[in-house]
């Protein structure tokens, strides 16, 4: 029996090349203007059309501010890049949600909510967390501007086909742990590049139990252990979420739809090429300490010491703790911080806001503390005011910014100055990533809540108890 990432794989393939690789049909296809602009110029001098236009989605995330995104963008280079995404979206015929459109937002928030990510699927888009849309049961990845090019011209892109795992995760979890808390667990016992080659399966309890905000988060966040994706079975959950979704099926559609989806899930007797078990009990809230994903530890643990670290890594260990301005076998719970950050496509959904509310209410955020809270689309915003999230915001000291990526890369205005330190509920502490020298502690809402009070990294349950 074929593992469900087989059976989506091996339903798309259009036919299998020299080598092997394989012509793979793509259902879906976003686009945000950092990636596409190259593409659609090719497209242009070779006066080739997009193929299949109503495949496409395109949103303006990365470089929009989050303040004023109703007045003319004021960086230049920001300012180019959205524009040309309108023309390229108008010229081509491609589905476009702009800059004050209800619908707009970060591409992989917007595309669940809006019922485009759908079970058995192929989606790609130019950005490396995709792979958040598996969440529902599809073969989600990023890709390269030259793919996005082919995939635009012939609705299909040439791939190498992965090995598969399966990441089992047994138990229940417990209080004040988040899926980021899991995804960073994982991330920092396979490494960063434990999963290279592989498309990640999530299976077991704990998985079944989650949401589909947190199974995107889970998702999201595969890509930072190197795997080319992430994937959770349908069920129940992920109808239920979808249903009456503006562009999912309706009617007898979604009758025989719901029917096919049954069917998408990894058979009893399914092979994978690696198997890996961990136990949710052994997992409580995390930050990380060091530049990449996978240098994290539970919140009151401790750095470890050089020696710990296999030889071939001390070096960039080493390099990684004098970036952070920290040393190995410190403790960081009680270390004081400068900026908190709640969004990104990895936590900027409206489970991650009540969260985080649930945590400051009726508390005062910590006034050396700068933070940005900002939703992860238009819908989110709405969904914070609906259910007043943002008047207990409000009232602990915290402002709501408009939606988009944000901070998660600096390609705005919102970046972290040199030296500072941040939580971030984000995907990436790479040197740089939220601006030029920023030191970035990754973590989940909670954490990031706690943060925000306090002014120092602190468990969250110290808050609530």
């Known amino acids: 029996m074929n593992t469900l990432f087989d059976k989506i794989w091996d339903a798309h393939t259009v036919k299998i090349v020299p080598g ?99 079970p058995g699927f192929t989606i790609v888009c130019g950005d490396s967390h995709t792979s958040t849309h598996g969440a529902f049961g599809a073969v989600a990845f990023g890709i390269g501007t030259s793919e996005v090019e082919m995939v635009l011209a012939s609705q299909c892109i040439l791939q190498p086909k992965p090995k598969t795992m399966r990441i089992t995760i047994n138990g229940n979890l417990k209080p004040y742990v988040t899926a980021k808390d899991v995804a960073l667990y994982i991330i920092s016992k396979m ?91 052994d997992i409580n809230p995390r930050i990380t300490y060091g530049t990449n994903p996978g240098m994290g530890m539970e919140i009151d643990g401790i750095i470890p010491e050089l020696d710990q670290i296999e030889p071939t890594g001390q070096t960039s260990f080493s390099k990684s703790l004098e970036y952070m301005g920290f040393k190995p076998g410190q403790r960081l719970e009680g270390f004081p911080i400068d900026y908190v950050f709640l969004g990104s496509c990895t936590n900027g959904r409206i489970e991650d806001f009540r969260a985080f509310a649930s945590l400051v209410k009726g508390k005062q955020k910590s006034p050396h503390v700068t933070a940005w809270l900002v939703p992860g689309s238009w819908k989110v915003a709405k969904q914070i005011k609906d259910e007043g999230l943002d008047n207990i915001l409000k009232d602990a000291g915290f402002e709501i910014r408009q939606p988009g990526c944000s901070a998660c890369l600096a390609m705005n205005e919102d970046k972290v100055p040199a030296g500072k330190y941040t939580v971030s509920t984000s995907n990436r502490n790479f040197e740089g990533r939220q601006g030029p020298g920023a030191r970035t502690i990754l973590a989940g809402p909670l954490v990031a809540a706690a943060a925000a009070i306090t002014g120092k990294i602190t468990h969250p349950a110290s808050l609530l108890n």
């Open 20 to 118: 092997g690789t394989s012509l793979l049909y793509i259902d879906r296809h976003y686009c945000h203007e950092v990636t596409s602009p190259q593409a659609f110029s090719d497209l242009r001098e070779r006066r080739i059309r997009v193929f299949r236009p109503e495949r496409t989605f395109c949103s303006p995330d990365h470089n929009i501010p989050t303040l004023h995104q109703e007045l003319p963008i004021a960086d230049p280079v920001s300012k180019k890049q959205v524009e040309a995404l309108t023309k390229n979206a108008t010229d081509f015929g491609l589905t476009l949600f702009e800059l004050g459109n209800p619908r707009n937002g970060i591409i992989h928030v917007i595309g669940p909510e809006n019922g485009l990510t759908l």
């Open 191 to 281: 490494t960063t590049g434990g999963a290279t080659g592989y498309f990640v399966e999530y299976a077991g309890e704990t998985i079944r139990n989650m949401s589909m905000e947190e199974r995107m988060t889970v998702c999201n966040l595969s890509i930072e252990m190197g795997a080319r994706g992430g994937m959770i079975a349908p069920d129940e959950i992920t109808f239920n979420y979808l249903k009456n979704r503006e562009y999912a099926p309706k009617g007898e559609e979604w009758d025989k739809a719901v029917a096919y989806w049954e069917t998408l899930r990894s058979g009893d007797d399914a092979v994978f090429d690696k198997e890996i078990t961990f136990d949710a009990n």
